[in-house]
């Protein structure tokens, strides 16, 4: 029996991810604050060849809500990340138009030796989904994400939205599946140390300063009342003369 591709779906809290696994995987797990495994599951891709794969749904990032810490979830997305089994593939969620979001995972894309992959979803008032990776790409692309598929995985009770949401979602999987097969390779561990340094530039917050940032600010300080002190001497001189 072949192993399945792992991928990690991570991304801000609220962003889809669960409902991404869900679609992907035709099971329905219960939507919920905590990481979940999902069961392998098969697929007959287009082309005549077979996709077996296994989502790891991470816990959702920077929660508005009292439930846990940041930190503490951000902690267990690291511990997720340099899992010994490694993954073939991230895929990065995120909501359009807030590409704030994704900025602050730049460092993690950049430091990751396994492909990343992300997916905006909310696309369902674009026609067609992709026009807005063709007028977005560009600013991800040159941080290292292999490629942007543009989706919608939306659920509603009302029948006339959901009439909208189900064939953009049954397009979506498709996409979101197609990118799978291209860019997972086999499994990588992500570096535990690669991982620590995540983490430490995850912390810095303008609240807790470093003990460089510190530094720098008093360098810059000094170096501000030299420059007074030399500028006072030159006109002090000038006046004398
Ligand atoms: N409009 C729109 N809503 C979406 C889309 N995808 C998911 N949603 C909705 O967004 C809400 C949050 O989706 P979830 O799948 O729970 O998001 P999540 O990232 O798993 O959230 P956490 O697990 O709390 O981090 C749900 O109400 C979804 O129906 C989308 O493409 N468009
Ligand atoms: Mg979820």
């Given at each position: 029996m072949t192993k399945p591709i792992r991928i990690l779906v991570f991304g801000l809290a609220g962003s889809g991810k669960t409902s991404l696994c869900n679609t992907l995987s035709r099971q329905a797990v219960e939507f919920s604050s905590s990481y979940h495994i999902y069961e392998p599951f098969e697929e007959d891709m287009r082309l005549g060849y077979e996709l077996k794969v296994q989502l790891i749904d991470a816990v959702g990032l920077d929660k508005a809500s009292n439930e846990g810490s940041p930190e503490g979830d951000f902690k267990q997305f690291i511990e997720l990340l340099t899992?010994?089994?490694?993954?073939s593939l991230l895929i990065h969620v995120f909501r359009i138009p807030r590409i704030a979001q994704v900025e602050q995972y730049f460092e993690l894309v950049a430091n990751s030796p396994i492909p990343i992959v992300l997916v905006a979803t909310?696309?369902?008032?674009?026609?067609?989904?992709?026009q807005w990776k063709t007028d977005n790409f560009h600013i991800f692309k040159k941080f290292g994400y292999k490629d942007l598929v543009c989706t919608c995985f939306a659920k509603s009770e009302r029948s006339d939205l959901e009439s909208l949401y189900a064939p953009l979602r049954a397009e979506s999987r498709w996409a979101v599946l197609e990118a799978i097969s291209i860019y997972a390779k086999e499994p990588i561990l992500f570096p535990p140390e690669k991982g620590s340094i995540v983490a430490k530039k995850q912390d810095i917050s303008p609240e807790s300063p470093t003990l460089l940032q510190l530094l720098s600010t008093i360098f810059q300080m000094v170096q501000q009342w030299l420059i007074q002190q030399l500028h006072q001497l030159f006109t002090n001189k000038k006046e004398k003369k």
């Open positions: 899992d010994s089994e490694g993954y909310g696309c369902e008032a674009i026609e067609p989904m992709s």
